[in-house]
Structures are given as structure tokens and as C-alpha cells.
């Protein structure tokens, strides 16, 4: 079976500093990993994938993952925080469950604050 | 490209009542459908997905049902809706393979009175 944690459930930051937004996973296959965005009464927003390749990964608006198999991480970072980054962020693990059909685990998700 | 459409964007109805919200997608064929419920402050809850017309698989036992109709069309239902039927729903769509990330509508705030 595979889970994802999401460490905090409410991280706040100053504007201009380091985001960082952690997720643990256990899979027993190789994982494909995915960090969604979602703002106040909007939908879920693909910021970035794992899949296979390089373990850095980049994705929109500036934001970047990298995944540490050795510590099942999946960490998302954005080296300096703007406003309009508040937002809850979900990390999730994709897993099979039969034929063609793949569905994701999600985190629980982690509510971002950026202070002015 | 690919769009997905979901409504009504929200939605107030009586305890008792039914429910229709439907989903569509549009720029890709044979595509797996989701239906998702998030519950204030619980995350993200699978409810049904479909990997083919007239194919629904249940996640969790409820009060709700779920019908694909036509390839593109995902809809959900009840006959007869409870209070803990409010929350926010979303309707995903991906291609069927695991590398695939879904892809999500813009939800469908439900409120029960």
C-alpha cells in the first residue's frame, strides 16, 4: 500500500525567504510523485511530477522538487516566497489499481501563510 | 488542449433533495474520470472513478452515485441528499497511465440546509 505525509500542517514564511514544504512517501514500487497547488475555492493545480530521470524537478511559477529515494522524499522548495503563493499545496503518489486505472494518494496538505 | 468543465460552481440545497453535478472533458478521448470530495480541513476524499462508459467503481459506501454516461461526461448523483453531504467537489480526469498526472476541475461548492 502506498501513503504520503505531508510534515505541517501550516507553515508560514516571510515574503522574499526560503519555502520549504515537506512529503514522505512509501511505495513499494518505484513512485511517481506529483505536488498540486490549490487556491481558496479553486481546484487542484499540477505544479510539478516526478515520473522517472533527472531527480531535481521543476514546475511553475518557480517552485522545484527533488526526490531522495534513499529518505522516500519529495520535498518542494521555492527559494524565495511571494505573496501570491499562499495557497495549500497536496502532495501525492500514483499507484495502480488495476489495468489501466491509476489512482493518486494524497497528503492531507499543508496550508502555506507568506507574511509581508 | 485539454479542458474539464464542472457545474454549477456552487450550490445550495434542502436536506432531502436530490443532486445532479456533472462533469465534462473536452481535447482527449477515453480518458479515467474522478470524483472527489474535500471535507473542510480532511483533504482530498476519492469517491468514484471510471475507466470507461458505464464503468463506476465505488471508493467509500454513501449516500452518492455515479454515472458516465457518454465517454467525456461524469456525473454525480443522489436521491436524496444528508448534511454530511456539504463540502467541496471536484471532478479529475487522466490519461490511463500511472505516469500521467489527473487534472482537475474548478469544484462545486455543495451546501446543505
Redesign the interface.
Known amino acids: 500500500a502506498q501513503s504520503v505525509t505531508q510534515l505541517g500542517s501550516h507553515v508560514s514564511v516571510s515574503e522574499g525567504a526560503l519555502v520549504l514544504l515537506r512529503c514522505n512517501y512509501s511505495s513499494s514500487v518505484p513512485p511517481?510523485l506529483?505536488w498540486?497547488v490549490q487556491y481558496p475555492?479553486?481546484?487542484?493545480?499540477?505544479l510539478l511530477?516526478y515520473?522517472?530521470g533527472a531527480t531535481l524537478v521543476k514546475g511553475i511559477n518557480g517552485f522545484e522538487a527533488e526526490f531522495k529515494k534513499s529518505e522516500t522524499s519529495f520535498h518542494l522548495t521555492k527559494p524565495s516566497a511571494h505573496m501570491s503563493d499562499a495557497a495549500e499545496y497536496?502532495c501525492a503518489v500514483?499507484?495502480?489499481?488495476g489495468?489501466?486505472?491509476?489512482?493518486?494518494t494524497?497528503?492531507?496538505?499543508t496550508l502555506l501563510t507568506v507574511n509581508p | 488542449s485539454q479542458t474539464i468543465h464542472?457545474w454549477p460552481a456552487t450550490l445550495v440545497q434542502p436536506v432531502g433533495s436530490p443532486l445532479s453535478l456533472e462533469c465534462t472533458v473536452e481535447g482527449t478521448s477515453n480518458p479515467?474520470l474522478?470524483w472527489y470530495r474535500q471535507a473542510a480541513g480532511?483533504?482530498?476524499q476519492?469517491l468514484f472513478?471510471s475507466?470507461g462508459i458505464g464503468q463506476i467503481?465505488s471508493e467509500v459506501p454513501q449516500n452518492l452515485s455515479a454515472s458516465r454516461p457518454q465517454d467525456r461526461q461524469f456525473i454525480l448523483s443522489s436521491k436524496k441528499l444528508l448534511l454530511s453531504d456539504s463540502g467541496?467537489y471536484?471532478c479529475?480526469w487522466?490519461a490511463?497511465?500511472?505516469?500521467?498526472?489527473?487534472?482537475?476541475?474548478?469544484?462545486t461548492?455543495l451546501s446543505i440546509l
Request: no cysteine; charged share 15%.
Open positions: 511517481y506529483f498540486y475555492n479553486q481546484g487542484l493545480q499540477l511530477k515520473t522517472t497536496f500514483s499507484r495502480n489499481s489495468g489501466s486505472n491509476y489512482k493518486l494524497f497528503g492531507k496538505g | 464542472q479515467n474522478y480532511r483533504g482530498l476519492l472513478y475507466v467503481s467541496f471536484l479529475a487522466s490511463g497511465t500511472s505516469n500521467q498526472p489527473q487534472h482537475f476541475g474548478d469544484g461548492r
